[in-house]
């Protein structure tokens, strides 16, 4: 994606080969921006774990609207 056209809010998914370990996962943007102590410029992404992580803007794509229900969530058992 284009780093212009990211925004807080925007649901995400991380690209299924990106080296972070959380390819293939959908969240939200929390914030988007040059982050201190790594000096990473991308987005900071909701995950639905207890962590936040950074991914540039070439490791996300857009994902469809959550087809749940507010106050439901995904998870893998």
């Known amino acids: 994606m284009n ?7 925007l649901p995400v998914r991380i690209a299924t ?3 972070s370990g959380h390819g ?3 969240g ?4 988007v921006g040059t982050f201190e102590g790594s000096y990473t410029i991308g987005a900071l992404v909701d995950i ?3 962590l936040l992580v950074i991914i540039e803007p070439e490791g ?3 994902a469809p609207d959550e087809p749940l229900p507010p106050g439901w969530e995904e998870f893998e058992v």
Do not use: Q
């Open 3 to 9: 780093l212009k056209d990211i925004t807080p809010g």
């Open 17 to 19: 080969d990106h080296p």
């Open 24 to 26: 293939g996962r959908t």
């Open 28 to 31: 939200r943007v929390v914030a």
């Open 48 to 50: 639905g774990e207890p």
């Open 60 to 62: 996300l794509e857009p």
